[in-house]
């Protein structure tokens, strides 16, 4: 299999991090593509050919045609290694989480985004604090409710959510997510030692 791929996206390292998990790393190929809001075409190796959306990651297959996004190429990872990575007896709960954490990634890849492709002059300060309202809420939700199913068994929400937070601590580090949020900062502290978490680290790749 081969993936488009960009290392600094959390949603790749999502993919990344179930691959390492379930001992599977090596069974697909990374293909760079380009991290520029505007790179949506072949000249950037983005995969338009695969997913009009021009989107990573995306997952070529042999048995199928391409998959993408990040939420339905984990679940047919999990699905072909059956690595239980979303359990049925809290299904709606491990795809309400990642839901969740993916929407910290999305809004927090949208300010990085404003800062790429905008001049200073033209940047729309009100819509990035919007997008960190978004982070600081989500955050705020998982550090009052999640923190007993983050202490369970490793799920596809444990996985997503360490993405988020170390998308955070890569782009958005000046903004310290941990202030107020012990529980979910001492989880982080434990999780980001996972040898998946290591290998994929966006700060050494
Ligand atoms: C980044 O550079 O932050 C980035 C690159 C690709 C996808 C998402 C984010």
Partial sequence: MQLFHNPASPYCRK????LHETGHFGDVEPLPAGGHPTAT?????????????????TLLRPDGPALYDSRVICRYLDTLYDAGLYPDHRL???LTLEATADGVMEAAVLMVYEGRSRPAELRHEAWVDAQWLKVTRALDVIEARWMSHLAGKLDMGHIAVACALGYLDFRHGERDWRTGRAALASWFATFEERPSMIATSPEQV
């Fill in 41 to 57: 075409g072949a000249d950037a190796n983005m995969p338009v050919a695969h997913n009009p959306l021009g989107k990573i990651p």
């Fill in 92 to 94: 709606w709960e491990v």
């Fill in 15 to 18: 993919v990344d991090v179930l």
